[in-house]
C-alpha cells in the first residue's frame, strides 16, 4: 500500500498542472480546478486499495476528478459539461481558441486530455470508456478540424 501511495504522490508532483489545466474548462475557473484535483487526489489516497493496476492510476484518478465535479454540478454550482475553452488565453491566439471552440464536445476532450492532461492514448482510453483507436481518430478528426478552421481563417485574412 504504501508504494501505491507514493505512486500517487509522484503521479500528483508529475501531472498535477495537467489535471488543473484539463479540469478548468470543466469546473469555469482554475481555482475550482485546483479543488477538484486536489479532493480526486485525497479520495485515490483514502481509496488506494480500490486500485488494480499502476498503469491504470492517471485515469482512476482523472475519472474521481470527473464524479467530483459532477457531484458540484448536481450541487448547483456552475459547471459546463463538457468543457469549453476557457483556460486558453483568448488575447494570445484568438483564433486558435475560437477553432477548439468549434469542435464538438467529445473531440475537445480528448483534445484537452492529450495536451492539457497530458494523458497517455491508453489513459485517454481507459478514463472515458473507449478504444485506444477511437482515441486516435477523434484526436485526428480534431486536429484535421481546427487545421481546416485555421487554414480558413488565413485565407479569409
Same mark, same amino acid.
Given at each position: 500500500m504504501a508504494h501505491s501511495e507514493g505512486l500517487i504522490e509522484r503521479l500528483y508532483r508529475e501531472r498535477y498542472v495537467g489535471f488543473r489545466?484539463?479540469?478548468a474548462p470543466v469546473v469555469g475557473s482554475r481555482e475550482a480546478a485546483h479543488d477538484v484535483v486536489q479532493g480526486a487526489f485525497a479520495s485515490a489516497l483514502g481509496?488506494? /486499495?480500490?486500485l488494480r493496476r499502476e498503469e491504470s492510476l492517471a485515469p482512476w484518478v482523472w475519472q474521481i476528478a470527473l464524479r467530483i465535479a459532477s457531484r &458540484? /454540478? /448536481?450541487r448547483g454550482t456552475q459547471i459546463e459539461l463538457p468543457p469549453d475553452i476557457s483556460i486558453l488565453d483568448e488575447a494570445r491566439d484568438p483564433a486558435l481558441a475560437a477553432a477548439i471552440r468549434s469542435l464538438p464536445p467529445q473531440r475537445r476532450l480528448v483534445l484537452f486530455l492529450r495536451y492539457y492532461a497530458d494523458f497517455t492514448y491508453g489513459e485517454i482510453a481507459e478514463a472515458l470508456g473507449i478504444a &485506444?483507436? #477511437?482515441? !486516435? !481518430? #477523434?484526436l485526428s478528426q480534431a486536429r484535421s478540424a481546427l487545421l481546416d478552421e485555421l487554414m480558413s481563417e488565413e485565407v479569409a485574412r
Open positions: 489545466n484539463a479540469l481509496d488506494v /486499495r480500490k &458540484e /454540478r /448536481r &485506444e483507436g #477511437t482515441v !486516435a !481518430a #477523434t
